[in-house]
């Protein structure tokens, strides 16, 4: 049972103060679910003409581009500047984007702030889960790394729910103003304990722990692991991928962030609203994109919950083997649709928005919410900036392919086969984090190391090798 006490109240303080700019980075993922339908429309645009479906595409993924180059100086800044002020560098290209955004007229100034929106989002989601797992003590670091996906769930939900029945310039000034209010405590948060002490800032780093462990021996017994990680520090980045259990987490990794994209979810929130409109069928797109936010919002509750207790395996597993249903779900009702002559009526009007529910529940409460937590945990502090930053990359790189193509694939081999495509990957992603993904929960990151095979640590306990 863990303690509530003010060490732990300040942790939860701190993770949810960084939060925030994902907040503002779930508004924007959530962007052109509303946005595109109303860019598409000759009336609600205010652009000198309605966007064409190629360029709809670019909006929608020309970010993952700008954020593969990104996250290069995203792994340069966390250890030069420290996690806390790369996190504030990253409002600069947000709050450019957002009076681009404002004061849009053609289609080039769409897709030039959402080229900065990719260079924003892939700051945080680099930089946060990192700060995060280094603030957070064992026992708590799976809770408190979920929180990532509930501001994200927060964000998604105000724009889900508010986009499609505001005006484009409205939804922009929105977005404005969040980033300007979730800039200004981020100033007033603590840096990492591990990025002062790796800068020689021992004294500061252990008053920093003070703040958020337990006990003096409890900070002082992670300061030791700090030390004990210290020692190969300066190795080289050719010795680092020369390291097995560096390669071995790197490899996980990258399997992970591949596999969270070609199961589809993605792919189907950036056009969620047009997915909707494509049934065809009697429920209301905007009203449904409402509902599945909700859900999704709930599901990161139900997972900060339970993370802790049941760990983490089991909870991806399980919410993959859902999401597989779900996808399931979507390319049978597209198949009965592509055989049906007739009107959609009766209770097949709501399969989409069931099967939507379903995936959208299983993403947010699985990978969405552990994806970026694990990630942090997989690696130690010396190699936690590249081993996140090349995982994020192979992931972006495999998110523009899904997110660019997804609406000439379904054009090409429809929606049924494109989801059936999708759940077969939930299947095969599931099976990896059965057989292959160690189980994180309530272990240090120096016993992670030593369960993925790490023999730099001789005094750790609790590693199966």
């Known amino acids: 049972m863990i303690k509530i006490n003010g060490s ?16 503002c980075s779930g508004l924007t993922i959530a962007w052109p679910s509303p946005v595109l339908v109303k860019l598409r429309n000759e009336t609600l645009s205010t652009l ?15 970010g993952s581009l700008t954020g593969i180059a990104a996250s290069f100086l995203t792994c340069y800044l966390v250890d030069r500047v420290g996690r806390k002020y790369t996190v504030i560098i990253s409002y600069l290209p947000r709050l450019v984007m957002c009076v681009i955004m404002v004061f849009a007229s053609e289609v080039w100034m769409i897709l030039v702030g959402r080229a900065l929106c990719g260079v924003a989002d892939t700051f945080i989601f680099t930089v946060v889960p990192m700060y995060a797992s280094e603030i957070a003590s064992k026992e708590v670091r799976g809770s408190l790394g979920t929180f990532l ?53 021992k004294e500061e780093a252990l008053k920093v722990l003070l703040s958020v462990r337990d006990t003096e021996t409890a900070a002082k017994d992670e300061l030791k692991e700090f030390s004990l990680t210290e020692k190969d520090a300066k190795i080289s980045k050719r010795e680092l991928f020369r390291n097995k259990t560096f390669i071995k987490s790197a490899s996980i990794a990258i399997i992970i962030g591949i596999g969270s994209q070609l199961i589809g979810f993605n792919a189907v929130s950036f056009y969620l609203q047009t997915v909707l409109e494509s049934t065809q069928t009697n429920v209301s797109s905007e009203i449904a994109s409402g509902v599945i936010g909700c859900i999704q919002l709930l599901a990161a509750f139900s997972t900060t919950l339970i993370t802790d207790r049941f760990g983490r395996k089991p909870i991806l597993a399980s919410t993959l083997v859902g999401q597989a249903v779900g996808m399931i779900g979507l390319g049978v009702f597209y198949k009965l649709k592509e055989d049906s002559t007739g009107e959609i009526t009766g209770y097949m009007n709501y399969v989409p928005l069931i099967s939507l529910i379903i995936v959208v529940y299983s993403f947010s409460a699985g990978l969405g919410s ?16 590249i081993g996140v930053t090349i995982s994020m990359n192979i992931s972006i790189i ?4 899904t997110v660019k193509y997804f609406a000439m694939i379904t054009t090409t081999i429809g929606y049924a086969t494109t989801y059936g495509i999708f759940s077969v990957n939930c299947v095969l992603m599931c099976l990896f984090i059965c057989f292959c993904v160690p189980e994180t929960k309530g272990k240090s990151i120096a016993e992670i190391q030593a369960e993925l095979g790490s023999r730099d640590v001789s005094d750790v306990k609790g590693g199966n090798c």
């Open 48 to 62: 000198s003409r309605p966007i064409t479906e190629e360029e709809g595409s670019w909006i929608v993924s020309i």
């Open 8 to 23: 732990l109240i300040r942790q939860y303080a701190v993770v949810i103060t960084v939060n925030l700019s994902i907040l």
């Open 398 to 401: 495999f998110m523009f392919l």
């Open 370 to 385: 552990l994806t970026w937590c694990l990630l942090a945990e997989l690696f130690d502090g010396r190699g936690r900036a």
């Open 149 to 201: 996906q509930i501001l994200a769930s927060i964000g998604i939900l105000i724009m889900l729910c508010s986009g499609p029945f505001m005006e484009y310039l409205s939804v922009n000034i929105m977005v404005l103003c969040f980033s300007i209010v979730t800039l200004i405590p981020l100033f007033f948060l603590p840096e990492s304990p591990y990025f002062l002490y790796s800068k020689g800032r």
